[in-house]
C-alpha cells in the first residue's frame, strides 16, 4: 500500500514540473468538492491552497502539514473546515475580497481565514463592523466572567487589609453576592426615595414652621430624617471610596460624581448655616443655602445605580446622538420657519400678540411640541391656517427619530440580556469540566503540582477553571490553542 502511495506522490511530483496555470488542484472541504485552478491560486502566494500547489515535492510530511488528509489515486486533499465558510473565503481568488455570508459567526469566520491564511484586509468594511461587534461582546463576557472568577478566588498572598478591602467592594457594590448585601442595597434604594420625598414634602407650607426672625423653614422631624438619609449616604460613598480598587477611576466616574453632588450641599449649607453669617450678610446666606438645597434633586439620579431599567435608558440616549440631533435640527427650522410666518402675518391685527420674531419662537416651540399654553396665540385667519400647519409639522418631526431611538434601547436592553446569560452559561461549563476533571484524577491537582504536593484542596475556581472548553469559547480567558471543526458553531 505505501509502494503504491508512493508511486503515485512520484508521479504527481513528475506531472507537478508543468507550468503553474495548468496545475488543477481538488479540494474537499466537509464533504464539498472543489476544483481549483494554479493561476488562480498563485495570485496570493502566502495563502495555504497556495501552498497546495508545490507541496507534493515535499512528500507526506509536507501534505498532512497543510491538509487534515490526502488521497493520492484521486488526487484530492481533505480539510475538516467549514464548507459555508469556505465558499466565502475562496471569494478573495475570483473578486479580490470576501463578505461573511449571513448567519455565521464573525468570530469562527475569522477563524477560518486564519486557518486558509487569507489576510483579514480582504474581508469588506461591512462585515469587520459586525466582526468588531462581536469581539466586543465577547470581551464583555470575558469580563463579567473574570470578575466573578475574581470574586470567588482567594489570594493567599493577599494581606489581611487586602482581603477585608475587597469583602468590603463586594458588600457594597455587588448586591447579588450575598443575602446582606442585597438588603444593604435595597435599604439604600428605599433611602434615596424617603429622601426626595422628604425633600418634596418640606417645601408644603403647611408643614413649615416659623424661625426667630419669621422665616419659614423646614420641620425639624423632616430636617432630622433628610441629616440621616445624607448620613448614610456619606458612610456608603466612604466605604466604597476606601475599599475601591481603583480610586481615581472612582473618584471619576459619573455615578460617582453624582453622589457626590447628591451629599456636598448638605454639608455646605451646614457650614454656611453656621459659619457663614460671621463672614457675610445674613441675607446672603439664606440666598447661598436656598440655591445649594436645589442641588438636593442631584440624588434622584442615584437610582440608576440600583436599576438596570435607568442604565439601559441613558446608555440609549447616548447611543441616539445622533437621533436626537436630528430631531433638535428639525425642531429648529420649524421654529424659525414658522415663528416668522406667523409674526409676518399677524401684524394686520391691531391686538396682536407677535410683538417681535424672538418672542414668535416661544409660540412655535409650545406649538410643535403639542403644548399650547395659549398665552400667544393668532387672531388672524393666515395666522390660525399657520398655527396649523406648525403643529402637523411639530408632530412629524418628533415622530421621525422616535422609531431608531426606541430601537438602540431595545437592542442594548436585549444585548445585555443575552450577555448576563452568556456569562453565566460560561461559567457553568467550567464549573462542570472541572469537576468532571477532579472525579476523572483530579486534573486540577495534576495542573497544580504544588498543592498535590502539599496536600492541599484545589478550589474549584482554580486556574484550570479559568478554561473555558464551550462553543461560545472565549480566548480572553486562557492562553492555551483551541481548534474548531466544521461540526461546531457558535451559540
Known amino acids: ?278 463672614m457675610m450678610e445674613l441675607t446672603n446666606v439664606q440666598q447661598a443655602v436656598q440655591a445649594l438645597r436645589i442641588m438636593r434633586i442631584a440624588r434622584i439620579f442615584k437610582l440608576a445605580r440600583h436599576s438596570s431599567g435607568l442604565q439601559t435608558l441613558t446608555y440609549a440616549l447616548k447611543r441616539s446622538f445622533k437621533e436626537l440631533g436630528l430631531l433638535l435640527m428639525y425642531l429648529a427650522v420649524g421654529i424659525f420657519v414658522f415663528s416668522a410666518l406667523g409674526y409676518t402675518m399677524e401684524q394686520s391685527h391691531p391686538e396682536t400678540l407677535f410683538k417681535s420674531i424672538p418672542q414668535s419662537f416661544w409660540w412655535a416651540i409650545i406649538t410643535m411640541t403639542t403644548v399650547g399654553y395659549g398665552d400667544i396665540y393668532p387672531k388672524t385667519t393666515l395666522g390660525k391656517l399657520n398655527a396649523a400647519i406648525s403643529f402637523l409639522c411639530g408632530v412629524i418631526a418628533i415622530a421621525l427619530p422616535i422609531h431608531p431611538i426606541i430601537n438602540n434601547f431595545v437592542r442594548y436592553y436585549n444585548k445585555q440580556r443575552v450577555l448576563e446569560t452568556a456569562a453565566k452559561h460560561e461559567l457553568e461549563l467550567m464549573e462542570l469540566n472541572s469537576s468532571e476533571g477532579r472525579a476523572g484524577g483530579s486534573r486540577s491537582d495534576l495542573d497544580n503540582p504544588q498543592a498535590q504536593q502539599e496536600g492541599k484542596e484545589v478550589p474549584l475556581w482554580s486556574s484550570r477553571l479559568k478554561v473555558s472548553h464551550s462553543d461560545t469559547f472565549i480566548p480572553l480567558l486562557s492562553d492555551e490553542k483551541h481548534y474548531r471543526t466544521r461540526l461546531q458553531s457558535c451559540k
Open 1 to 278: 500500500m505505501n509502494v503504491a502511495g508512493d508511486s503515485s506522490l512520484l508521479e504527481l511530483d513528475s506531472n507537478g514540473s508543468e507550468s503553474t496555470e495548468d496545475i488543477e488542484i481538488v479540494v474537499n472541504v466537509g464533504g464539498v468538492r472543489q476544483v481549483l485552478y494554479g493561476d488562480l491560486l498563485s495570485q496570493y502566494p502566502e495563502t495555504r491552497l497556495a501552498e497546495l500547489i508545490n507541496c507534493l515535492a515535499g512528500g507526506y510530511d509536507t501534505i498532512f502539514s497543510l491538509c487534515d488528509d490526502y488521497d493520492p489515486g484521486k488526487r484530492e486533499f481533505y480539510f475538516d473546515r467549514d464548507p459555508d465558510a469556505f465558499k466565502c473565503v475562496i471569494e478573495v481568488y475570483y473578486f479580490g475580497e470576501i463578505h461573511m455570508k449571513k448567519g455565521i459567526c464573525p468570530i469562527c469566520f475569522k477563524n477560518e481565514m486564519e486557518f486558509w491564511k487569507v489576510d483579514l484586509k480582504f474581508l469588506d468594511d461591512c462585515c469587520k463592523s459586525h466582526l468588531s461587534e462581536k469581539r466586543e461582546e465577547l470581551e464583555e463576557i470575558a469580563r463579567r466572567v473574570q470578575l466573578i472568577l475574581d470574586d470567588l478566588g482567594v489570594d493567599a498572598s493577599e494581606n489581611r487589609w487586602k482581603r477585608c478591602q475587597k469583602c468590603i467592594w463586594k458588600f457594597m457594590e455587588k448586591p447579588e453576592s450575598s443575602c446582606p448585601a442585597r438588603i444593604v442595597a435595597i435599604l439604600s434604594f428605599l433611602l434615596i426615595l424617603i429622601s426626595s420625598v422628604v425633600m418634596c414634602m418640606g417645601t408644603i407650607p403647611e408643614l413649615q414652621i416659623l424661625d426667630d426672625e419669621g422665616n419659614h423653614v423646614e420641620h425639624p422631624t423632616l430636617d432630622n430624617i433628610e441629616t440621616a438619609c445624607i448620613g448614610w449616604f456619606t458612610l456608603e460613598y466612604v466605604l466604597r471610596l476606601i475599599s475601591s480598587p481603583n480610586k481615581l477611576h472612582f473618584a471619576l466616574s459619573f455615578m460617582n460624581i453624582i453622589d457626590v453632588l447628591a451629599i456636598l450641599p448638605f454639608y455646605v449649607s451646614l457650614t454656611l448655616t453656621h459659619f457663614g453669617a460671621r
